[in-house]
Antibody
Framework: EVQLVQSEAELKKPGESLKISCKTSGYNFASYWIAWVRQMSGKGLEWMGIIYPHNSETRYSPSFQGHVTISADKSISTAYLQWSSLKASDTAMYYC????????????????????WGQGTTVTVSS | QSVLTQPPSVSAAPGQKVTISCSGDSYNIERNFVSWYQQLPGTAPKLLIYDNTKRPSGISDRFSGSKSGTSATLGITGLQTGDEADYYCGTWDSGLSAGVFGGGTKLTVL
């Protein structure tokens, strides 16, 4: 069974750093892209970025480029989302999801939808 | 403001059919494949439709997808109270070189 298990909820102060995780199992981790999606309280889904663990290639939404870093560790089948300096506006639920992709060119990726999702990690940033 | 436009809410009676629209442009929906997701209250999203029209294994055939030009549509027939959820369309945007979601549509089954 394919599973994505995310790290526990976090309560941090503005300016602190944070790294949340998404541990996968049940499939070849290196062969599928992993996506990160933000959902602020009562709001919609926001596409943040994706990573291909095989070679650590990443694609970021312009809205999140430079604000977060996505990484992966093939040896433990785990993807990460990290911040170097949190803001109150980073308070949200964050989901990871597996993203089957046929190919990626410079401007787009031919994907098949986010087919398996983690349970989400709540991040609260408050002084 | 989302790149893809969905109606904020739709409603219909049990047993009826409902459609949810997703409007984009030539950089996203027109040239890329569309997926649809269901998010039940308090849960993670679930993939309902990919490649505009295809259902993953285990998804009921009450759910269907279509695409024409710069718009896509999710259809749900035989509505059940358990279908009450938020529904999101998603696709790639070749102008942004990133994925995008619609703003979401809340389905109420009256």
């Amino acid at each position: 069974e394919v599973q994505l298990v995310q790290s526990e909820a976090e309560l941090k102060k503005p300016g602190e750093s944070l790294k949340i995780s998404c541990k996968t199992s049940g499939y070849n981790f290196a062969s599928y892209w992993i996506a990160w999606v933000r959902q602020m309280s009562g709001k919609g889904l926001e596409w943040m970025g994706i990573i291909y663990p095989h070679n650590s290639e990443t694609r970021y939404s312009p809205s999140f480029q430079g604000h977060v870093t996505i990484s992966a560790d093939k040896s433990i089948s785990t993807a990460y989302l990290q911040w170097s300096s949190l803001k109150a506006s980073d308070t949200a639920m964050y989901y990871c999801a597996r993203l089957p992709v046929g190919y990626c060119s410079d401007s787009n990726c031919r994907d098949y939808g986010m087919d398996v999702w983690g349970q989400g990690t709540t991040v609260t940033v408050s002084s | 403001q989302s790149v893809l436009t969905q109606p904020p809410s739709v409603s219909a009676a049990p047993g009826q059919k409902v459609t949810i629209s997703c409007s984009g442009d030539s950089y996203n929906i027109e040239r890329n494949f569309v997926s649809w997701y269901q998010q039940l209250p308090g849960t993670a999203p679930k993939l309902l439709i990919y490649d505009n029209t295809k259902r993953p294994s285990g998804i009921s055939d009450r759910f269907s997808g279509s695409k024409s030009g710069t718009s896509a549509t999710l259809g749900i027939t035989g509505l059940q109270t358990g279908d009450e959820a938020d529904y999101y369309c998603g696709t790639w945007d070749s102008g942004l070189s990133a994925g995008v979601f619609g703003g979401g549509t809340k389905l109420t089954v009256l």
